[in-house]
């Protein structure tokens, strides 16, 4: 399904933030992606769906290169990626509704996008998808009125509303409360055992992985440095990963 193939990204400053990432995701996994802070994890995920220019490298979706595609190309492309971000990126101000109706906004034409007009379907569509994360009764308050908890299963009712085939989480957890971390990913399994969603997750902690992920990449100084089974990860590996002096801390 996703195929990347010696993925480099440089800065402006010179920053290299990746360089020479491969990995293939298969249809259906929960990939989890590990390592340190500015070990890569999010420029990778943002280079997915081309948020950030890869600098060199391919990406392949469904065998379309899409380092190659047009900027009409990636819009429909787009469509069936959604993304889950660190900080919600939620308009605060809007009710509910209408940030998770902007899930939508890659199937109306410019003006009806600029004018928020959205079909009955559509209008059914986000209710239903508020119901998938058992927020339908807080459809018509204002997201900045929810806690942090709610309002990433806010982004992640905006993400089903693309009917995405693949989700890209970056670090969805890594702003909410440890007790909250678990409420979030099951909601992300959910969706990936039962609609069959492939979901690629940048986390931090070691258990999370081992409880969700189906398989497991880690990134250090921008390189990958392990593939395989979350339970592979072993105190070797986890020292290869976060360095000698990083200790196992576990979120209950």
Known sequence: MLRVENLTKVYPNGTQALK???????????????????SGKSTLLRCINRLIEPTAGKIYWNDQDLTAASSAEMRKVRRQIGMVFQQFNLVKRSSVFTNVLAGRLGYVNTLSS?????????????????????????????????????????????????DPKLILADEPVASLDPVLAHSILKYLEKL?????????????????????????????????????????????????????????????
Request: proline letters at 1%.
């Open 20 to 38: 020479d990432v491969s990995f293939e995701v298969a249809d259906g996994e929960f990939l989890a992606v590990i390592g340190l802070s500015g």
């Open 114 to 162: 600029s004018l928020h007009l959205f079909s009955t379907a559509d209008r059914q569509k986000a209710y239903a998808s508020l119901d998938q994360v058992d927020l339908e009764d807080k459809a018509h308050v204002r997201a900045d009125s929810l806690s942090g908890g709610q309002q990433q299963r806010v982004g992640i009712a905006r993400a089903l509303m693309q």
């Open 192 to 252: 990936n055992k039962e609609k069959g969603i492939t979901v690629i997750c940048s986390l931090h902690f070691l258990d999370l992985v081992h409880r969700y992920a189906t398989r497991a990449i880690a990134l250090k100084d921008g390189q990958v440095v392990f593939r395989g089974l979350p339970k592979e990860i072993d105190d070797a590996q986890f020292k290869a990963i976060y360095g000698q002096e990083a200790e196992r801390v576990s979120i209950i």
